[in-house]
């Protein structure tokens, strides 16, 4: 929609403006960490059936999440669950362990709580499902099977962080430009008159040449996801 090359490294398709594709045959899904729980499930669908491979089947599905379990009604389901007061799929998210596989007719099982994994009626299309969901995985490189650590590792050896490289600022033509050597790399900046030395108070996103005032000073800094951020640049305008 914006006009632009769409990089190679984006895995998602257009769904208005010029650049429509085919559709997909399928649409999948991931979920690794939430908040301080850590789990490692896929998914993979079609237009009816759905299908789920869990890589932590020793794990439930109602782990604990510490700011979720002092909502009221968490806590009520909980004990409900610890009573054995719960009963057919409410009680299916309290299972200490879950299938290895799951899948589901959505059409006439939208709530997905009949798992036709086992069901032999269902094995061919658990089969095309299953190899789309390790052929996806394969295409991505998905790092889901890495522990954490490890990944940590990779990112920053010897647990130090990498650091976003300090902005660069021009002027050209009366406006200021900004620009920044690390790939990937996000630039935040802000105008005024005493701006504070830290990173405290507003700051806007880079995303054009920019006119600043006489007198006045622009301080900007580059961020990128997984480093840390760069110092503080300032100029100020004649």
Known sequence: MAGVEIPLYM???A???ENLRQ?????????????????????????????????????????????????????????????????????????????VEELYDTQIDPHEVNNLAGDADYAKILAELRHAHEKWREETG?????????????????????????????????????????EGASIAYRIGKDLPATEAGHWNL?????????????QCKACRLGYRDSQIVSRTMP
Request: net charge positive; charged share 30%.
């Open 206 to 218: 880079y995303a054009r040449s920019i006119e600043v005032p006489a007198g006045q000073t622009i």
């Open 142 to 182: 998905d790092v889901g099977l890495i522990p954490e650590a490890e990944l940590n590792e990779q990112r920053r050896p010897g647990g130090k962080w990498s650091v976003t490289a300090d902005p660069t600022t021009a002027l050209q033509r009366g406006k200021i430009t900004i620009d920044c050597k690390t």
């Open 23 to 99: 559709q997909r045959p399928y649409v999948y899904a991931a979920r690794d960490r939430m908040d301080d729980a850590l789990d490692i499930i896929r998914g993979v669908r079609d237009k009816r059936y759905h299908y789920i491979r869990n890589y932590r089947p020793d794990l439930p599905y109602a782990q604990p999440i510490a700011y979720m379990d002092e909502m009221p009604t968490m806590k009520e389901w909980r004990r409900l669950a610890a009573a054995g007061e719960l009963k057919g799929p409410p009680a299916i998210f309290f299972q200490p362990t879950k299938p």
């Open 11 to 13: 895995q998602g398709r």
């Open 15 to 17: 769904f208005l403006g």
